[in-house]
């Protein structure tokens, strides 16, 4: 059985239930005072700017070799007009996974890398009804695209989870 704890590098106490997953509750460029503005809205799984940006929230899944399951990042993706229409379209049908893949920008800044996640590239695959878009990172050297297509250790996971505890601190 793998041990669900973990000893935090930042303040060196131990934390029962690691966690697998974090999510964003909205894409980096949304401000409270968009609001109030009717061309604006931000919902749990769309977001819209202005009435210029469009986002949807997606999976970020990196496999991780020793655990058994897969560490996911729930994050917000830039979508171009004519595809967040089409997702749109095809939110409710059955089979929309057949969908072609489209083309992201990440617009999720995740705290634990050395270089800002803003504005990766990506492709948002539409997944089975019920369940979240995912994405595929661009493959490059920035430290999430080798995550994503390399894989992690459980003991990385831990390390984020120490990270994202702290965030703030």
């Known amino acids: 059985m793998i041990d669900q704890g973990y000893e935090c590098g930042h303040c060196g106490e131990r934390h029962e239930g690691l966690p697998f997953s974090y999510?964003?509750?909205a894409p980096a460029y949304w401000r409270e005072e968009f609001a109030a503005d009717e061309r604006s809205r931000l919902e749990d799984e769309i977001c819209v700017i202005q009435?210029?940006?469009?986002?949807v929230r997606a999976r970020l899944v990196i496999p991780v070799h020793d655990a058994g399951e897969d560490f996911e990042?729930?994050?917000?993706?830039?979508?171009?007009?004519?595809?967040?229409?089409?997702?749109?379209?095809?939110?409710?049908?059955?089979g929309r996974e057949a969908e072609p893949a489209?083309?992201?920008w990440l617009s999720t800044e995740l705290?634990?890398?050395?270089?800002?996640?803003?504005?990766?590239?990506?492709?948002v695959?539409?997944?089975p009804l019920g369940e979240r878009p995912h994405v595929l990172v661009e493959p490059t050297e920035h430290p999430l695209a080798v995550e994503q297509h390399r894989g992690i250790t459980l003991a990385r996971v831990r390390q984020i989870a120490s990270l994202v505890q702290h965030a703030g601190a």
Request: charged share 15%; net charge negative; hydrophobic share 40%.
């Open 51 to 55: 009435g210029e940006h469009f986002f």
């Open 73 to 94: 990042w729930g994050i917000w993706t830039t979508l171009s007009r004519p595809n967040f229409a089409r997702m749109l379209e095809v939110w409710d049908t059955p």
């Open 23 to 25: 999510g964003s509750g």
């Open 125 to 127: 695959h539409t997944a």
């Open 111 to 123: 705290p634990v890398y050395p270089e800002s996640t803003i504005n990766l590239k990506l492709m």
């Open 102 to 104: 489209y083309f992201g």
